[in-house]
């Protein structure tokens, strides 16, 4: 028997990078993400004679391997369940190359194991069970716009759809200026940004700017969406330069697009961008303004690929 989930991968308007707990993933701030419709990943689950892992066909025996296996460990201890498993995952988006390949990732795994062992689970408890796997996981079992509140325990730290079929014009372009693996994963990068002077105030911040993204995707503003998104990302990568030892996710071919959004901008273009921790872009932008922002920035950047996304929907078992 083989179960299969998909699930696609979301982008945060309003980010987690921070946790109170690093094994059970509990964040330090509460995040609000656009789940997205051209990126997804597709896992299946089966019984094997040892535990193995296929990532787009190739196996895989690193660390991405260890950290699926130790998620089915972990899973397998809280549901009382046993066996070896087979899992095959293809990844319709770059893999760690900051599109958020771990949010669709995890929600689609946590999903094919529950479907695999027959688990009444429901869409909270299944946003707990991602979100042990990969934090930004919990928000990609709801389709639209999710919210996952930090809680204070595993229990209390889940996501939650704030509106699954918006019908919002916004729309967002994945500028993938490099899709190569980032040498920094997330995980890490978190960590490392707590050591920043900001990181309090960035925490601080969070209620403030939670809140003024729910009243603005309540009321359709998208300037307000845009601008808060793209302050709420800078401030995200302001901590990462300011952590002890700095760092940045940021390439010269980075500021290079953010410079050209600000163009565009003042020449009555309205878009914003958000920065995940990787070196590419996503523009948010709407509808008239689509056609005009890819032509610029096919005509600025060689070899750059940019794929159109908008809502996608929350997880599903597929067989
Ligand atoms: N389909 C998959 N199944 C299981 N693990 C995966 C899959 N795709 C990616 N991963 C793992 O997720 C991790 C990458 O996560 P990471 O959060 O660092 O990068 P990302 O998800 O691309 O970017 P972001 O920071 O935007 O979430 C790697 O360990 C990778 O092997
Ligand atoms: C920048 C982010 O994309 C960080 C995502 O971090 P992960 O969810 O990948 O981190 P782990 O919980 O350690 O697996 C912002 C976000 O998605 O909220």
């Known amino acids: 028997m083989k179960k299969t989930a998909r699930a696609h991968t979301n982008i945060a308007l309003i980010k987690y990078w921070g946790k109170a707990d690093a094994q059970l993933r509990l964040p330090l701030m509460s995040s609000l993400s656009m789940t997205l419709d051209a990126f997804y990943s597709e896992t299946s689950i089966s019984a094997s004679e040892e535990n193995e892992f296929f990532?787009?066909?190739?196996?895989?025996?690193?660390?991405?391997?260890?950290?699926v296996f130790s998620y089915l460990?972990?899973?397998?201890?809280?549901?009382?369940?046993?066996?070896?498993?087979?899992?095959?995952?293809?990844?319709?988006?770059?893999?760690?190359?900051?599109?958020?390949?771990?949010?669709?990732?995890?929600?689609?795994?946590?999903?094919?194991?529950?479907?695999?062992?027959?688990?009444?689970?429901?869409?909270?408890?299944?946003?707990?069970?991602?979100?042990?796997?990969?934090?930004?996981a919990s928000r990609s079992i709801f389709?639209?716009?999710?919210?996952?509140?930090?809680?204070?325990?595993?229990?209390?730290?889940?996501?939650?759809?704030?509106?699954?079929?918006?019908?919002?014009?916004?729309?967002?372009?994945?500028?993938?200026?490099?899709?190569?693996?980032?040498?920094?994963?997330?995980?890490?990068?978190?960590?490392?940004?707590?050591?920043?002077?900001f990181?309090?105030?960035?925490i601080k911040r969070n209620d403030l700017e939670l809140n003024e993204m729910i009243a603005a995707i309540k009321s359709n503003d998208f300037t307000k969406i845009g601008s808060l998104a793209e302050l709420n990302a800078n401030e995200m990568h302001a901590i990462n330069l300011t952590a002890q030892p700095g760092f940045t996710y940021f390439e010269p071919d980075t500021i290079r697009a953010i410079k050209l959004i600000e163009e565009l901008r003042s020449k009555g273009i309205e878009c914003y961008y958000t920065i995940d921790a990787g070196p590419n872009l996503k523009i948010l932008t709407q509808q008239k303004n689509i056609k005009e922002v890819k032509k610029i920035f096919l005509s600025e950047f060689n070899n750059v690929n940019i794929v159109?996304?908008?809502?996608?929907?929350?997880?599903?078992?597929?067989?």
């Not at 990532?55 to 950290?67: F, G, H, W």
């Not at 990181?199 to 960035?202: D, K, R, S, V, Y």
């Not at 159109?308 to 067989?319: C, E, N, R, S, W």
């Open 55 to 67: 990532l787009n066909d190739e196996k895989q025996t690193d660390q991405s391997a260890q950290r």
């Open 308 to 319: 159109k996304a908008t809502f996608g929907p929350g997880v599903t078992v597929l067989d």
């Open 199 to 202: 990181f309090e105030p960035w």
């Open 73 to 136: 460990q972990y899973l397998q201890d809280r549901f009382g369940v046993s066996g070896k498993l087979k899992v095959e995952s293809t990844n319709h988006v770059p893999t760690a190359a900051g599109l958020a390949s771990s949010s669709s990732a995890f929600a689609a795994l946590a999903t094919a194991f529950c479907a695999f062992y027959d688990l009444d689970v429901n869409r909270r408890e299944l946003s707990r069970l991602a979100r042990i796997g990969s934090g930004s």
């Open 143 to 197: 389709g639209g716009f999710a919210i996952w509140q930090k809680g204070t325990d595993d229990e209390s730290s889940f996501a939650y759809p704030l509106d699954e079929t918006p019908s919002l014009d916004l729309s967002l372009l994945a500028v993938e200026l490099n899709q190569n693996q980032k040498k920094l994963p997330s995980t890490k990068g978190m960590k490392d940004a707590q050591a920043s002077p």
